[in-house]
């Protein structure tokens, strides 16, 4: 299954797939290496800002609904067991879906899409309403998903054992923080610091839908990329102005940017009266550069305070 998966579709945001070996009693199944590893790694840490999270999430909902709506006429690929622990970074904390040996190919040309299967998944992540019956559509993997943008909002696994080793389930946690407007006591501090209303606002009420119990309710990967993009879009433009006061003996010399879709971030040189170049902090939040098209504005005239505005 992992290798029809991967030589019939391609898209930025799956896994490419370079050989196999099927000989005797080995197989093997070679990946392109993804360097950063899998997204549960860093849930708990600090090494992903708000912004990156965002674009991870709406990387890996646009390569399941390329899964969902895009890889051909018919059909659609069921991804079942989406989890964090399934979705590597590459160099660039892009994400990259992998792991399909559970996968499905349904098809889309009926009003319901559903196959006749065993349930499978992972504890935690898996639908309830899909553990108790053999009937598979593509709405468990949306409630997956939504396990995982909770994950990655809380900045914790989905499923966690207390002192006494009982298992604490993130989606009936997020569910009830949700519904009682508390969710800013389970929100990774790191993040909340970071986050506009807006960005958070929209994120969090796509994911909860998710979650939903009524499969009519329940969005489809489609609007979930949609809203993944507005609070991303949320998030940055309203962080697209910075301001830089220059000391008496400074002149603004060059500003360094990297962008692409958006502005990531940007860099400040200024000169000193001894003709020495410094750096300034990297203003936009992120520890390195995005990955986007790097520009440098020079030949600015001499100024003591500039303030950045950038529209988009």
């Excluded at 080995?26 to 290496?33: A, C, N, T």
């Excluded at 396990?147 to 946690?173: H, M, P, Q, W, Y």
Aim: glycine letters at 6%; one cysteine or more.
């Amino acid at each position: 299954m992992e290798i029809v998966m991967l030589s019939s579709y391609k898209h930025d945001n799956l896994v490419s797939l370079i050989g196999f070996s099927d000989e005797s009693d080995e197989k093997i199944i070679v990946y392109e290496h993804e360097v950063r590893g899998s997204l549960d790694k860093y849930l708990a840490t600090t090494d992903l800002t708000w912004v990156q999270r965002l674009h991870i999430c709406l990387g890996a909902a646009r390569g399941i609904n390329y899964l969902h709506c895009d890889v051909g006429e018919g059909h659609r690929v069921l991804r079942r067991n989406i989890k964090s622990s399934n979705l590597l970074l590459n160099e660039n904390w892009e994400a990259m879906i992998s792991d399909f040996g559970l996968s499905k190919i349904g098809p889309t040309n009926q009003e319901f899409t559903f196959l006749v299967t065993n349930a499978c998944g992972t504890l935690g992540y898996i639908d309830p309403l899909n553990a108790t019956t053999e009937v598979l559509t593509k709405e468990p993997d949306v409630y997956s998903f939504g396990v995982v943008l909770f994950e990655v909002l809380c900045g914790r696994l989905a499923v966690i054992k207390t002192f006494n080793d009982e298992r604490r389930f993130l989606s009936k946690l997020a569910k009830l923080h949700y519904k009682e407007r508390k969710l800013d006591e389970i929100i990774n501090p790191y993040l909340r610091k970071q986050m506009t209303p807006k960005s958070l606002r929209t994120f969090s009420r796509i994911a909860y839908q998710c979650l939903k119990n009524d499969r009519k309710k329940c969005p489809t990967m489609g609007l979930i990329v949609e809203e993944l993009q507005n609070s991303l879009e949320f998030q940055i433009v309203s962080g697209h102005s910075w301001s830089l006061q220059l000391d008496n003996n400074q002149k603004l010399r060059k500003i360094t940017i990297d962008y692409k879709d958006w502005v990531y971030s940007l860099i400040f040189t200024t000169q000193d009266f001894n003709g020495l170049l410094h750096s300034s902090k990297r203003y936009g939040g992120d520890s390195g550069w995005r990955g986007g098209i790097i520009s440098e504005v020079t030949n600015l005239i001499p100024i003591q305070k500039c303030s950045i505005f950038f529209l988009v």
